[in-house]
């Protein structure tokens, strides 16, 4: 905008009065509105419950050396004030739902900002939600993955997923079946 109006002053030949600008401001378009925030769709918040399966009682990181984090409702490891789930905790299925619903919000809005801006189809955002939702935003920000879907390699971005199939350096199967699951809902165009 500044380069418009300083081409603007060298073409009058003088400073621009309130009333110069105030034309020029009423001659340009309404700046568009920012893009809706994208949310998760029904087939992403399924592809999470596949792996995320609800758990009523607290347990234990079955895949970690020492068991952390403490895990509960739909793979939450934080109740609803921020503090770390203690074992024996039990929860309702509501409670696990509602705790679910806010903390995809937060993992939505960490996909956003890591994407900066780059367009996403629906399947790549829900992918990268639940990559984010098991991995956590700080990772997928500073990932190679991230990097490649900004710039616009998605087949570059695709074959990243593959590569987050350890825990505690170890590899799991079930983050193989769920890093292969993202990365086939993040190839769909759709």
């Given at each position: 905008?500044?380069?418009?109006?300083d081409?603007i002053?060298?073409?009058?030949?003088?400073?621009?009065?309130?009333?110069?600008?105030?034309?020029?401001?009423?001659?340009?378009?309404?700046?568009a509105?920012?893009?809706?925030?994208?949310?998760?769709?029904?087939t992403?918040?399924?592809?999470?419950?596949?792996?995320?399966?609800?758990?009523?009682?607290?347990?234990?990181?079955?895949?970690?050396?020492?068991?952390?984090?403490?895990?509960?409702?739909?793979?939450?490891?934080r109740?609803?004030?921020?503090?770390?789930i203690?074992?024996?905790?039990?929860?309702?299925?509501?409670?696990?739902?509602?705790?679910?619903?806010?903390?995809?919000?937060?993992?939505?809005?960490?996909?956003?900002?890591?994407?900066?801006?780059?367009?996403a189809?629906?399947?790549?955002?829900?992918?990268?939600?639940?990559?984010?939702?098991?991995?956590g935003?700080?990772?997928?920000?500073?990932?190679?993955?991230?990097?490649?879907?900004?710039?616009?390699?998605?087949?570059?971005?695709?074959?990243?997923?593959?590569?987050?199939?350890?825990?505690?350096?170890?590899?799991?199967?079930?983050?193989?079946?769920?890093?292969?699951?993202?990365?086939?809902l993040?190839r769909?165009?759709?």
């Open positions: 905008m500044k380069a418009l109006f081409a002053r060298t073409i009058k030949g003088s400073a621009l009065t309130l009333a110069d600008v105030a034309l020029v401001n009423a001659a340009l378009p309404a700046p509105p920012p893009p809706a925030a994208m949310k998760t769709s029904a992403g918040v399924a592809l999470i419950h596949g792996f995320e399966t609800f758990e009523s009682d607290a347990y234990r990181d079955p895949g970690s050396d020492n068991g952390l984090p403490i895990t509960i409702g739909w793979g939450s490891t109740d609803e004030a921020g503090s770390p203690k074992l024996g905790a039990v929860w309702t299925r509501e409670r696990a739902d509602a705790r679910f619903y806010a903390d995809l919000g937060t993992y939505e809005r960490g996909v956003q900002t890591a994407l900066a801006g780059a367009p189809t629906q399947a790549q955002f829900d992918a990268l939600v639940s990559f984010a939702y098991n991995v935003t700080q990772a997928l920000r500073g990932s190679t993955l991230a990097r490649l879907h900004r710039a616009g390699d998605y087949a570059g971005a695709r074959a990243q997923f593959a590569r987050w199939d350890k825990n505690d350096g170890k590899k799991m199967a079930g983050l193989v079946r769920r890093r292969a699951a993202e990365a086939e993040y769909d165009a759709s």
